[in-house]
């Protein structure tokens, strides 16, 4: 067995020293401020805490369409906030008490390499290890003329500290962080404006995904300028290149994160600060590699951006591939559950080649649930005809796969 010291207690950290523990290893763990790491405490949880109130807040103003009558309803934000914190507390303690009972040491404290073998704390202190694996996140990107400044222009992490909700805000990007903010700020009744430099919003999704996404969005009176960008700023007007002015209460940055990562001698280094997928569940499936040696096909990592509907992709993209490969589509409009739940609005789309699925695509109710199923067929090889011999559940959006298989 050998001695472990793992630094940050993010998903890849925290899941490294639980995996390393239970084959036996001695395992420390370095966290300088909270366990849990970007995704519990400025990501994913807090965030998706927020898109699950501003959901509820919007089926309830609109729940006449389902003939409930509600008058006078109102928002308390500061209740929002408590809800967010409340959840982002009670699964870090859950966590603290998973990593403590795996036998992992925990050391609160900001620590540093200082040759293969050894790491410091501020404090001074000296620890030794046959290991270190650097598990030290990453963090908002800033970009010329947008830095940070925490009240007109905010970071992904200056969103999360926010008291009272906007009247107008400016989005800046157009990918995970910045479409689910734009559906936050939207079903809260905000005003909400996206600008993105790429020709479509979501510019690494396949491209029926983003325009599909743009329909949406002006559904929603969300507005977006796409080739454009930001050409100066002045007395909290902002000015694009296209001309367009635009005076929003603040600026959300939303232009990605780029990896923390000091040249140090190390054994490893896992999760964002490796600077290639930046997605907790990704750093999760590096830590498992890590510890029992489980492969891993980057290619078929899903991508889940939240909201109403859901969108989930794995593996090729339309744009990606030759004459050699089909799609098949079919409409969520197709599916009873969908009507039911006042849902109808996306699809279901692979990308096929010689009866296998080489990417799947979906914007729908449960796609973060649905992809699973696309991406264990493609994992596995599996053909569509022995997809075929699955039953599907009636009615459930899952049934869709089933229809689209039966189309080949």
Request: charged share 25%; hydrophobic share 40%; net charge negative.
């Amino acid at each position: 067995m050998k001695e472990y010291a793992i630094i940050g207690g993010g998903p890849a950290g925290y899941s490294a020293a639980i995996y390393l523990a239970k084959q036996g290893h001695s395992v420390m763990l370095f966290e300088k401020d909270k366990l849990g790491g970007t995704c519990l405490n400025k990501g994913c949880i807090p965030t998706k805490s927020f898109l699950h109130s501003s959901e509820v807040y919007y089926d309830v103003v609109n729940a006449g369409n389902y003939g409930i009558n509600t008058d006078n309803v109102t928002l308390d934000f500061s209740k929002v906030i408590e809800k967010k914190n409340n959840t982002v507390e009670k699964i870090r303690r859950a966590l603290e008490l998973t990593v403590k009972n795996s036998g992992v040491e925990i050391i609160y404290a900001e620590a540093q390499v200082k040759d293969s073998n050894t790491i410091t704390t501020l404090d001074g202190k000296e620890y030794k290890a046959e290991k270190i694996i650097l598990a030290v996140g990453a963090k908002p990107k800033q970009i010329k003329g947008l830095e940070f400044d925490g009240k007109f222009i905010l970071s992904s992490d200056d969103i999360l500290e926010l008291d009272k909700l906007p009247k107008r805000v400016l989005i800046i990007g157009s990918g995970a962080i910045g479409i689910e903010w734009a559906r936050i700020f939207s079903n809260f009744g905000v005003e909400v404006i996206i600008v993105e430099i790429q020709e479509h919003l979501i510019p690494i999704a396949d491209i029926e995904v983003s325009r599909r996404v743009e329909r949406i969005f002006k559904q929603k009176k969300i507005k977006f300028y796409l080739n454009d960008s930001i050409e100066k700023i002045e007395n909290k007007t902002v000015k694009l290149k296209s001309g367009e002015e635009i005076t929003p209460d603040f600026i959300l940055a939303a232009t990605g994160r780029e990896p923390v990562c000091p040249e140090c001698a190390c054994n490893k280094i896992i999760g964002d600060a490796c600077g290639e997928i930046q997605l907790a569940h990704y750093a999760i499936n590096q830590a498992k590699e890590l510890a029992f040696g489980i492969p891993y096909d980057k290619h078929l990592i899903p991508s889940v951006i939240y909201g109403n509907p859901e969108i989930a992709w794995a593996g090729l993209r339309e744009q990606d591939c030759d004459d050699s490969y089909t799609k098949k589509m079919l409409p969520v409009t197709a599916l009873g559950k969908a009507w039911c739940d006042d849902a109808a609005e996306g699809f279901i789309k692979l990308i096929i080649k010689e009866n296998k699925i080489c990417g799947a695509h979906i914007i729908s109710k449960e796609a973060s649930s649905l992809i699973h199923i696309l991406t264990t067929a493609m994992q596995n090889n599996i053909n569509a005809d022995k997809l075929k011999e699955q039953c599907f559940a009636h009615p459930t959006y899952a049934e869709g796969i089933f229809d689209l298989l039966m189309q080949m």
